[in-house]
């Protein structure tokens, strides 16, 4: 097989598993997905612990998106079921609801508060900053520097190990506050998670006769071995594809410890968040999403670090800049050796599930349109 594959896919997470399916379902081709670990569907891994409680291994998904077909396609794979994201702060003692809601307004300033009179209160908290350029900027500019300390000041430099002020206004922005009491953490028209977990989903869109998967193989192994005669999609870190020839680009890692309890459930919604508080940033019990019922349960902690495998490109001006030049480079491989590159990782985006499963179906497409006719070589 190894002579006659089509396209090779590094990574076996949901970028590559959506290029590898599209490719042997729409296109015939014959198709080799490596990935260095020994599972497949990426950081979307979930497993059963000892306990026999599924867990989240590399942290919380909560899938969602505002995109029918999207969930249309992925519902070939999978069944759903509605979820409720909530998530809650300890802050000054209390579990508050976050993303900052009405409930949480009342209680951090201890007053009961009327959406118009939250509105106004925010309106004289918060400081003049029509165009904010960092994510600092823009949490003050919708919710002034109080609840900003309490909130969100200790969580993000936890979490990417620099101030909000470094960072791109996107990153905190991409948290809603609102003035009413919806205590969900995201405002998308579909919140579920397939049924029986991200794994099994993955593992049914790349149970095709015409996908190989080599699991526990790095890139680099099969790269001299395999010429594919379409295409190779890379998944992984770009800068790590080009032997960092360029520098490295920061990505922050995360650390967890799983904790089993003998209780049914044991913090009161799926994550609690911890901005002021221990190492850790959050706690989850995914359990309050995955639909298991199941005596015990397993609380995860995550704490951030700079070492380890990459999760999350760091969103500043400065790695955009040297992401560019990479890209720049991409480019160039794609047109000469029909090297494609996407994902979070190889795209550098903090790409959410459901964004990253649109990168893939483009870059089907676009192989589909550059690749896709005449003999194969
Ligand atoms: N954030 C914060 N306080 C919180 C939760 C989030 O300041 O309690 C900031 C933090 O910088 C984080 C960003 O908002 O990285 C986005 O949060 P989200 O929960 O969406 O991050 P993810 O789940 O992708 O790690």
């Not at 003692?93 to 900052?100: A, S, V």
Request: charged residues 25%; hydrophobic residues 35%.
């Amino acid at each position: 097989m190894l002579d006659d594959v089509d396209l090779l896919v590094c990574g076996a997470g949901p970028a590559g598993s959506v290029v590898a399916e599209r490719a042997a379902a729409v296109l015939g081709w014959k198709v080799l997905v490596v990935d260095q670990r020994s599972h497949v569907a990426g950081n979307c891994h979930d497993s059963t612990h000892p306990s026999g409680v599924l867990v989240h291994n590399y942290g919380p998904h909560y899938f969602r998106t505002n995109d029918e077909s999207l969930l249309r396609y992925l519902s070939r794979f999978t069944d759903w079921h509605e979820a409720n994201y909530e998530v809650r702060s300890l802050v000054r003692g209390q579990l508050l609801p976050f993303p900052i809601n009405l409930t949480t307004l009342e209680a951090f300033f201890g007053k009961s508060l009327t959406p118009e009179a939250a509105a106004e209160l925010l309106a004289w908290k918060r400081h003049d900053i029509p165009a904010p350029t960092n994510s600092e900027e823009q949490v003050l500019s919708r919710v002034g520097p109080e609840l900003y300390d309490a909130f969100y000041r200790g969580y993000t430099l936890k979490q990417w190990g620099v101030s909000a002020a470094a960072l791109d206004p996107g990153v905190c922005g991409r948290i809603p506050v609102r003035l009413s009491r919806d205590a969900r953490y995201v405002d998308h028209k579909f919140q579920v998670m397939p049924t029986r977990g991200f794994t099994a989903l993955f593992r049914s869109m790349l149970n095709h006769r015409r996908i190989r998967v080599l699991l526990g193989c790095k890139y680099d192994e099969v790269r001299d071995l395999i010429r594919p005669r379409r295409a190779t999609v890379f998944t992984g870190p770009i800068d790590e594809y080009f032997g960092h020839r360029l520098g490295r680009l920061p990505y922050r890692s995360l650390r967890f410890e799983f904790v089993a309890k003998p209780v049914e459930f044991a913090q009161p919604c799926v994550q609690v968040n911890y901005p002021n508080d221990f190492a850790y940033t959050r706690s989850v019990e995914i359990k309050h999403v995955t639909g298991q019922r199941h005596a015990h349960t397993v609380v995860s902690y995550e704490t951030p670090s700079a070492t380890g495998d990459p999760f999350y490109p760091i969103p500043r001006a400065e790695n955009r800049a040297l992401y560019a030049e990479y890209a720049a480079l991409a480019e160039r491989e794609r047109a000469r050796h029909g090297v494609y590159f996407c994902g979070r990782l190889a795209q550098y985006r903090y790409f959410n599930t459901d964004e990253v499963i649109g990168e893939a179906l483009r870059c089907f497409e676009r192989l589909r349109a550059e690749r896709g006719a005449g003999p194969p070589g």
